[in-house]
């Protein structure tokens, strides 16, 4: 499996990520935001949000975004990109399911409705699941007991790729 490859396997993993962006006056922000889609070709990732939010503003006003996941303590990734608010209603109603209907009373139809694309361009990502945990924790340990770092290879385990 390529990096990039692994790097969207991880994504799907997640359901909830940290959507991060900047505030006019430059704080960093970050709030809780279900993945909606993962694009197969393109690698964008969509999330539903309300036209009069503040994120909206703060992307429309400065598009560089991050998005940060974490799983069980042992999947870590974070990405950086472009966000982009997009009116596409037939691409709404498609990804559409009611439990959005919380955010969204109107539906589908709802009118302040809106995707979020995030174009990522770089990844980084930490993953010690299954064999790799056990590679991590015998390293730490390792480390622990001769007082050096631990050694993290690039690769399965960590990376950190231009998409």
Known sequence: MSQREKIFEMLRGFETVMLVTATPEGRIEGRPMQIVDIDAHTGNISFFTGLTSRKVDEITKNPEVAIVGQDQRSAFLSLAGSGLVV??????????????????????????????VVEPRLAEYWDNRGTNKLEYMF????????????????????GRVPL
Do not use: T
């Open 139 to 158: 390293e730490a340990a390792r480390a622990y007991v001769s007082g050096e770092r631990p050694r993290v290879d690039e690769g399965d385990q960590h």
């Open 87 to 116: 009116h596409e209603p037939s691409r709404v109603r498609a990804l559409w399911s009611e439990p959005f209907r919380v955010w969204f009373p109107g539906g589908p139809e709802d009118p302040d409705l809106r995707l979020l």
